[in-house]
């Protein structure tokens, strides 16, 4: 069995190749977004290559192999999963839930997350509209648009955000933008990006091209 720390190694992996379109992973990427010194993110990634989790050469970065992508996929699912029971059955905030799933997602128990995944209703998107691999580690592709895509008059919910610190979900939660808020566009300012929506049929707000590229909408 994988260690926690492990487990995460994996995740990030597998979070970083997604984002970046299947480009090899550096050291310093990794080292980056997992806030751990160079020197130990090569020990680790030499070891997870000797158990063909992944494929490591040196300075071209790393891939997962099958075997490790099914895993990272795994625990992907087990965090959205437990985001979800967390903000739909405990009512945690959006903004609070990632710290408690990032430790629960490391308990191991198939049949507690296959009951958990059932109780549920097998929900197909956490609570940031990300989507949560099914038991064979399907992904549902989702068809969203960029905010910041949008033009004047185009009209979507919020299905997803990018950014989620949480003091970036705290200013969406001041803005009155939560998933499944109807958001039209009526105004974009060509200079910065910037643009002016109508929030919920009521209010509407100028936000920053550093907001709205953040915000993923469902037509
Ligand atoms: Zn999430």
């Known amino acids: 069995m994988a260690s926690s720390s492990e487990e995460n190694y994996l995740k990030n992996i597998y979070l970083v190749l997604e984002k970046n379109g299947n480009v090899p992973v550096t050291t310093n990427e990794l080292s980056d977004s997992m806030e751990i010194k160079a020197a130990s993110v090569t020990d680790m990634l030499k070891r997870l290559s000797e158990r063909r989790l992944l494929h490591y050469k040196k300075y071209q970065g790393v891939l997962l192999t099958q075997k490790g992508k099914a895993r990272a996929v795994d625990i992907v699912r087990k965090h959205r999963l437990w985001e979800y029971f967390l903000v739909e059955k405990l009512k945690f905030q959006w903004d609070e839930v990632h710290d408690v799933a990032e430790e629960l997602e490391h308990v191991s128990s198939d049949i ?87 929030v919920n049929n009521s209010s509407t707000t100028h936000i920053s091209y550093d907001i709205a590229k953040n915000i993923l909408v469902a037509k």
């Open 112 to 198: 507690l997350v296959d009951k958990l995944d059932a109780f549920l209703g097998r929900p197909k998107f956490d609570p940031h509209g990300d989507p949560i691999p099914d038991q064979q580690g399907k992904i549902s592709v989702n068809k969203f648009k960029n905010l910041s895509a949008l033009r004047v008059n185009d009209k979507g919910k919020v299905a997803a955000v990018i950014e989620q610190q949480p003091n970036f979900l705290q200013h969406l939660d001041h803005l009155h933008i939560h998933m499944g808020t109807p958001i039209k566009v009526v105004e974009r300012v060509e200079f910065d990006k910037s643009m002016g929506i109508v």
